[in-house]
């Protein structure tokens, strides 16, 4: 039997175009030089006539739709630009606030939180997780003096569009 593409395609190949008998037929997909999309092609197996008793079958072709799904980067997207709180001189509640992270793009994605200035009235609730996750920072407002505090929240996701995404917090 021979075997080919309907239509010529980049990212698709056959590893065998020729076989006989019970056999298997390789289809290599490969998203390199590829875009983010779907794409679609159908690999077309042509049979050899045969006459079985008194009976001709023609080798009429099988068509073996194939569909491949190439995924963009993977993007860090987080719920808010900046965090913004105030409390009263002497208040000791502890405010919170959560930041929503997801990775509207492809593949997965793997974050870590930083605090820039390591500001002792912050905390973060974790350092590292996955999308899609959430983030909740603490803030103490126990003993501090009047006036504006400022820090900074930095997500980092290796290889993701969006990263770092800096989060100003005051």
């Known amino acids: 039997w021979p075997a080919s593409r309907a239509r010529s395609s980049s990212g698709r190949t056959l590893r065998k175009p020729r076989g006989g008998g019970p056999d298997s037929l390789g289809l290599r997909l490969s998203p390199a030089g590829l875009a983010a999309g779907v794409y679609a092609d159908t690999v077309v197996l042509v049979g050899d006539t045969t006459v079985v008793g008194a009976e001709t079958r023609s080798g009429s072709p099988a068509r073996i ?3 491949f799904l190439v995924r963009g980067p993977a993007v860090l997207t987080v719920s808010q630009a900046s965090v913004s709180d105030s409390a009263y001189l002497g ?9 929503r992270i997801t990775n509207p793009g492809g593949g997965s994605l793997s974050w870590t939180a930083s605090r820039a200035q390591n500001a002792t009235w912050l905390s973060l609730n974790k ?8 983030l909740v920072l603490s803030l103490n407002p126990a003993g501090l003096a009047t006036g504006t505090l400022r820090d900074t929240v930095i997500l980092t996701a290796p290889g993701a569009s969006g990263s770092p995404a800096r989060i100003p917090v005051a």
């Open 65 to 67: 739709p194939v569909s």
């Open 91 to 99: 208040s000791t509640a502890l405010r919170r606030d959560t930041l």
């Open 127 to 134: 350092t590292s997780g996955g999308a899609p996750d959430t």
